[in-house]
Nanobody, 115 residues
């Protein structure tokens, strides 16, 4: 069992930056693929960025060049640096840990972007 706790959300003006963090419990964090997903009101949950256990990174086209995902295995933490935020980036952001058929989600952190 893996527990994930996100933090770092908040209100920011368009063009601003935020850094989200997700801390995982357990000793096998480094073996998991970690990802950030977001869900805006009335919309489906979409993948934003993922980083594999081997450090392979993938971004959704909508955030490419603006967001950076990284992980610190010593701290059991994955980060999402979000720059040049747009109103359409506003959503609840969720952290996910996955490995084989296992998947764990955090409870999310709210990002609000004012225009």
């Amino acid at each position: 069992q893996v527990q994930l706790v996100e933090s770092g959300g908040g209100l920011v003006q368009a063009g601003g930056s935020l850094r989200l963090s997700c801390v995982a419990s357990g000793s096998t964090f480094s073996l998991f693929t970690m990802g950030w997903y977001r869900q805006a009101p009335g919309k489906q949950r979409d993948e934003v960025a993922t980083i594999s256990s081997g450090g392979i990174i993938d971004y959704d086209d909508s955030v490419l060049g603006r967001f950076t995902i990284s992980r610190d295995n010593a701290k059991n933490t994955v980060y999402l640096q979000m720059n040049s935020l747009k109103p359409e980036d506003a959503a609840v952001y969720y952290c996910k840990a996955s490995r084989y058929d296992m998947a764990y989600w955090g409870e999310g952190t709210l990002v609000t972007v004012s225009s």
